[in-house]
């Protein structure tokens, strides 16, 4: 029964150097993720005149409750949508002149919804090119607070980013939202929050955050359930092989956790408890249809793994997937047919008929580490199957493909 050795999650470990840098005194964030996009927002951070001690079993944050130390600063938020949505917001609550910008990768992709919600709260900020989009400048002078309307249809980050401001504004802020999607991950926010020494009030969809700043503390990072998917899905299709996540269990903040759910519903064997996940491979696995709108971060990975189920695999209400690092639902469409694999798709949905994969494909990475994580289980019962781009999964994973590998032989 191997038990795989899960990074921490990159949407904790983000929201908890937020919340680190915007608290009252020293905040000790042990096991963070060692990523490219978790070392991009501990560097923006430092940018901005924050103290982050780096070790390797543990982060150290001097928090800053009055915003940046210091009065400009240029910082790139490399590829991570957590660094380009976060930080912007964290400087806002500050005083002085900052820029952001990204790769381009991250330039493509929007974060208007968060920046007009800003720019209602009174906040200078300008795009520089293409409006919604990076670069941008912020004229921080502090935010009074009150309520602000926001759509947070495309992502969850807009709603978490304001969630995450609140405290720090004068008044405390009123959100009210008109849509949602990934939900899962504001629930992650709020009980983070909670942790930080602040209660969200919330009455349907309105979030009521109150003024008052964070509280220090010693936070611990739980494994990346996203990335805990591929494992999980290894033994899915692997009849007789089982894989055990220690330290994301019954108790985990993450949603993404669910998509065992998914694994149990097509025939594998789920055990879920208070500090563990166990599935085992039972040679079944069955067609479905399945709504991921909350947990779509782990829709490739069940598109992956599809084409190996006795019927058609429908999953719906992932629309949202198409602005992610890239578009993961034609992403995923187009290797599988690569793959000789039947595949339909809709503005929301796609569609995967039964067929084994051919051999020695190359896969299309588009840059985005999700689709070649994915692939690599699909690569268990595809012999040949390379990528394009294999090391693009450095911004969640650096060793994917060792620990990936040392399972594939595992007994």
Partial sequence: MPAVDIPGSKSITARALFLAAAADGVSTLVRPLRSDDTEGFAEGLVRLGYRVGRTPGAWQVDGRPQGPAVAEADVYCRDGATTARFLPTLAAAGSGTYRFDASPQMRGRPLGPLTRALRDLGVDLRHEEAEGHHPLTVRAAGVKGGEVVLDAGESSQYLTALLLLGPLTRDGLRIRVTDLVSAPYVEITLAMMRSFGVDVVRDGEVFEVPAGGYRATTYEVEPDASTASYFFAAAAVTPGREVTVPGLGSGALQGDLRFVDVLRRMGAEVEVVADRTTVRGT?????????????????????AIAPFASGPVLIEDVANTRVKECDRL????????????????????????PGEPLPDVRIKSYGDHRVVMSFAVTALR????SYDDPDCVRKT????HETFSALRTAS
Avoid: K, Y
């Fill in 330 to 353: 034609e992403a995923c469409a187009e290797n599988l047919r690569r793959l000789g694999v039947d595949v339909t798709t809709g503005p929301d949905r796609i569609e995967i008929h």
């Fill in 382 to 385: 595809a012999p040949g199957l």
């Fill in 283 to 303: 040679g079944v696995l069955r067609g479905l249809t399945v709504n991921m709108r909350d947990i779509s971060d782990t829709m490739p990975t069940l598109a």
């Fill in 397 to 400: 994973f650096p060793s994917f």
